[in-house]
């Protein structure tokens, strides 16, 4: 144990005694934490209470017929919008085996096309029918193929009309029982 002087010079500081400049400093940060704490409580519960209420509103009051709230961006080639109405017979079928995929462009970072073709076709010859679905590898190969080997900015530029003849030629070389006379782009997006 150290000795204590009598004198206010000597005094010696025992070890578990503290400065008395750092009680107001305590009790600040003291009081500051505990205002924090409880300010993050709030905006816990705050968020859960939004989230719960989305949810509510999404699954139980939201009309499902209506258009979905949020959409991922994407920029939609103006050339390649929806202008065009398949002209169909009655004896018509419209082929969409191929479906939408995606596909990467020649860009470096590469950027993705979600693409989705589909054709008119005679519903009634089977063998035709028969044979665009045994194809249907191919012409998903035939669309990556042709559509990663352009980066996006000449997809942008270049004109529908040609695209789609080289893609009808491309198919068409591989047909044997019939023949594609025009395609739709029901889908193509670009998405950067």
């Excluded at 996006?152 to 529908?160: C, I, M, S, V």
Aim: net charge positive; glycine share 4%.
């Amino acid at each position: 144990m150290q000795r204590l002087h009598k004198s206010g010079r000597d005094k010696a500081v025992l070890p578990s005694e503290k400065p008395a400049q750092a009680k107001p400093l305590r009790g600040l940060v003291s009081t500051f934490g505990k205002l924090l704490y409880r300010a993050l409580w709030v905006l816990v519960l705050l968020l859960i209470l939004v989230l719960a209420g989305v949810t509510v509103y999404a699954l139980v009051l939201r009309n499902p017929e209506a258009p979905p709230l949020y959409t991922l961006p994407s920029r939609v080639i103006p050339a390649f919008s929806r202008k065009e109405k398949p002209e169909l017979r009655a004896t018509d079928g419209m082929f969409t085996g191929i479906g939408r995929f995606r596909v990467v462009t020649a860009d470096t970072p590469p950027m993705t096309i979600v693409i989705s073709i589909a054709f008119p076709y005679q519903s009634e010859d089977r063998a035709f029918a028969e044979e665009l679905d045994s194809k249907v590898r191919d012409f998903r190969n035939i669309a990556a193929a042709y559509f990663s080997a352009h980066t996006a900015e000449e997809l942008r530029q270049a004109n529908e009309s040609l695209i789609k003849a080289e893609m009808l030629r491309r198919y068409n070389a591989i047909l044997h029982l019939g023949r594609i006379e025009v395609l739709y782009f029901h889908d193509f997006m670009i998405i950067e």
